[in-house]
């Protein structure tokens, strides 16, 4: 065989080798392309730079699994579960059992807890007084305007000997179901996204921790009274969740999701941006 001809035998034979198994390199770059294609995208909502951190934290070890988890925050607590209701989302992770449950009353829908994540304190923050037994009579007070964070805030009030509310109305009482107001305290009602911004105007402010860490309060440090300095206390109802629509409730996808957050590895991180305000609730 002529030198030319073996020249063009050895090119040629080279080329489909290299055809065949893709170049070394080559192989592995495509094997990478093809997981990320492959890799299913879930869009899940949250309330608070806090929940931000932690979900990326945990959508980060979700990569390995083959799931593309996708942070939405959302400014307020009503706009999550519109969104997982229209389909816009597929999961989200801001409210507790009782918020949940009185949407669903409220709006006809069926958003199911699929996982427990944390209790997140309420807590009584106030610029005037450094005790609540100071607070004085004829105060004005803000307290979130939904009934679940609102009732809780009440019976904060009431846990301090602030004032009684109807036994009867269990975890739910509103301002109207107060029985007993000694320092004739008046409230004012706002959106649990607005009530830390009404401190510098009121004597005290029951607000929720994630608003509370979002305004630069340190719920520890700052707060007059937190309702889980005696967690027992809490009612499971307080516990959040992560939730989806009712007929992705056995979704193994968010099964997957819901498994990798209850892990030790999101109980540190939940340690580290909460400053450990946030306790886990699935252990």
Known sequence: ??????????????????????????????????????????????VSEVEVD????????LKNQGIDLEVVQFSDYVQPNVALTNGDIDLNAFQHIAYLKDF?????????PIGFTYISPLGLYSEKVTDYKDIPEGAKITIPNDVTNGGRALLLLQ????????????????????TENPKNVTFEELDAAQVARSLP??????????????????????????????IAAVAD?????????????????????????????????????????DVPAWK
């Open 104 to 112: 669903n009353a409220n709006n006809n829908s069926d958003i199911t």
């Open 159 to 178: 846990a301090i000997g602030l004032i009684k509310v109807d036994e009867a109305k269990g975890t739910t009482p509103t301002v109207s179901d107060i």
């Open 201 to 230: 105007d009121v004597d005290a402010a029951v607000i929720n921790t994630n608003y509370a860490t979002d305004s630069g309060l340190d719920p520890k440090k700052d707060s007059l009274f937190l309702d889980t300095d005696n």
């Open 54 to 61: 932690v979900w990326k934290d945990v959508a980060s070890r």
């Open 237 to 277: 109802v307080y516990k959040n969740v992560v939730a989806a629509r009712a007929e992705d409730a056995d979704n193994a996808t968010y099964k997957k999701i819901v498994a990798e957050y209850q892990t030790d590895a999101t109980a540190a991180k939940i340690e580290e941006v909460t400053k450990g305000n």
């Open 1 to 46: 065989m002529k030198k030319k001809d073996l020249l063009f035998s050895g090119v040629a034979a080279l080329t489909l080798f290299l055809a065949a198994c893709g170049g070394g390199q080559t192989t592995a770059d495509s094997s990478k392309e093809a997981a990320t294609s492959a890799a299913e995208t879930v869009k899940i909502g949250v």
